[in-house]
């Protein structure tokens, strides 16, 4: 399953960050941030639900760029 979320973020590099923390998180399959779309689209694994998934993301990109947002 693929969900896209309305992100906050102020530059490129920090998305980037974004992108890795979440694609590192367990649960998650693939992601990909845009920066200038502001957007987050996060597919899942197979048994995983977004609402199980998602905390443990925003907690992962918050490590690594402690001032965005995602909203889910």
């Known amino acids: 399953m693929k969900k896209t979320y309305k ?12 992108e890795e923390a979440a694609k590192k998180t367990e649960g998650v399959k693939d992601a990909t941030v845009n920066f200038m779309a502001l ?3 996060v597919e899942f694994e197979e048994g995983k639900t977004p609402a199980d998934v998602m905390p443990t993301v925003l907690k992962n990109c918050k ?8 909203f889910f």
Request: aromatic share 0%; net charge negative.
């Open 7 to 18: 992100i906050d973020v102020d530059c490129a590099n920090c998305a980037a960050k974004m």
């Open 39 to 41: 957007k987050m689209i």
């Open 63 to 70: 490590k690594v760029e402690d001032d965005c947002e995602i």
